[in-house]
């Protein structure tokens, strides 16, 4: 019955059901963003995020070091279009649009790419389910993930490891367009409200030994954020 029940889930009804899980309106949160390079030396960042709509909008201001203190970024995703990216740089005092061909950027020096920051649309990837694994004792779906050729990405494709029960996404690699795996993600989660809500993702860049954390602290959810707070005006406003 369960080889039965396995193997009757498709890549897309696999990638359906993530996308239809159980989350929040909002969020808003605190994080700690840590570089880590190949010789174990640390940099760390604090910033502020608040996302709304499954992260389709999403605004993002640098609290600290002092040096990237009032940096900002904003994404609006589209359906039917590009996405909206803008980054505010005080030190330069504009406004600098990240277009479709800079997406595969780095975003703050981090391992994420402005790319890695969007979702991953349902008519944008070819899914397929490759197989099941344990992975950390937690029995996961394996999805292969390949763009449409006509999807301006840095990547051949994505192969994620994902929870049978709950369909959340637990580790990812990622792999560059020569086919060589060029970066694993680790996400970390805590039950908040009835949302599976992360608490820590790890992106580590095999191919230069350089790795970003990212830990949540301060979580809130469904507070009625307004859409208002995601415009190009807000980015030059620090929050209190």
């Given at each position: 019955l369960l080889i039965g029940w396995v193997f009757a889930l498709t890549g897309d009804e696999l990638a359906q059901k993530m996308d239809d899980r159980k989350k929040p309106e909002d969020s808003s949160v605190d994080l700690i963003m840590t570089l880590i390079n190949k010789n174990g030396k640390t940099r760390s960042s604090s910033l502020r995020s608040i996302m709304k709509?499954?992260?389709?909008?999403?605004?993002?201001?640098?609290?600290?070091?002092?040096?990237?203190?009032?940096?900002?970024?904003?994404?609006?995703?589209?359906?039917?279009?590009?996405?909206?990216?803008?980054?505010?740089?005080?030190?330069?005092?504009?406004?600098?649009?990240?277009?479709?061909?800079?997406?595969?950027?780095?975003?703050?020096?981090?391992?994420?790419?402005?790319?890695?920051?969007?979702?991953?649309?349902?008519?944008?990837?070819?899914?397929?389910?490759?197989?099941?694994?344990?992975?950390?004792?937690?029995?996961?779906?394996?999805l292969e993930s390949i763009p449409m050729?006509?999807?301006?990405?840095?990547?051949?494709?994505?192969?994620?490891?994902?929870?049978?029960?709950?369909?959340?996404?637990?580790?990812?690699?990622?792999?560059?367009?020569?086919?060589?795996?060029?970066?694993?993600?680790?996400?970390?989660?805590?039950?908040?409200?009835?949302y599976h809500t992360l608490t820590e993702i790890r992106v580590t860049n095999v191919q230069n030994n350089h790795s970003t954390q990212l830990k949540f602290e301060n979580i809130t959810l469904d507070t009625g954020v307004r859409d208002e707070l995601f415009h190009e005006q807000q980015l030059k406003r620090l929050p209190k």
């Open positions: 709509d499954d992260g389709a909008k999403q605004i993002i201001w640098f609290l600290s070091p002092a040096d990237d203190k009032g940096v900002s970024f904003l994404k609006i995703e589209h359906d039917n279009r590009d996405d909206e990216m803008r980054i505010w740089l005080p030190a330069f005092k504009k406004i600098r649009r990240i277009s479709a061909k800079k997406r595969s950027a780095s975003f703050m020096g981090s391992d994420m790419s402005y790319e890695d920051m969007s979702s991953r649309q349902m008519d944008e990837f070819k899914f397929t389910l490759i197989g099941q694994v344990v992975y950390d004792s937690i029995p996961c779906h394996l050729e006509h999807i301006r990405t840095a990547y051949s494709k994505h192969i994620t490891w994902v929870d049978s029960t709950l369909f959340i996404p637990l580790k990812e690699e990622s792999y560059n367009k020569k086919g060589t795996l060029l970066k694993g993600k680790y996400f970390t989660y805590t039950l908040m409200k009835g």
